[in-house]
């Protein structure tokens, strides 16, 4: 079983930041990338964020410049370090994984999503 847990989520003011965090554990034999989603009410669910096991960087482009993903490979952990948050970018976010399995089966894994609201 492969469970990844989010954290960090809340309401924060227009301009202010909040760092949100997702630790994967289980079965886990290797990590391949590790994404962000997030899901605003009546939209549809977005890429927001994607790490690589190298560390390569992807983000949507409504977020570049504000959003910093990272991730601690020795703890299975990604993070968002969300900065100069909007209005806009309230939405319930969710970490996804892309993983190898002890049982050696590669599959999609979800959290179970955290709120993230920004108002004033």
């Known amino acids: 079983q492969v469970q990844l847990v989010e954290s960090g989520g809340g309401l924060v003011q227009p301009g202010g930041s909040l760092r949100l965090s997702c630790a994967a554990s289980?079965?886990?034999?290797?990590?391949?990338?590790m994404n962000w989603y997030r899901q605003a009410p009546g939209k549809q669910r977005e890429l927001v964020a994607s790490?690589?096991?190298?560390?390569?960087?992807n983000y949507a482009n409504s977020v570049k410049g504000r959003f910093t993903i990272s991730r601690d490979s020795t703890k299975n952990t990604v993070y968002l370090q969300m900065d100069s948050l909007k209005p806009e970018d309230t939405a319930v976010f969710y970490c996804?994984?892309?993983?190898?399995?002890?049982?050696?089966?590669?599959?999609?894994?979800w959290g179970q999503g955290t709120q993230v609201t920004v108002s004033s």
């Open positions: 996804n994984a892309d993983l190898l399995t002890n049982r050696n089966t590669r599959g999609q894994y």
């Open positions: 289980g079965s886990i034999f290797s990590i391949y990338a």
């Open positions: 790490i690589s096991s190298r560390g390569s960087t």
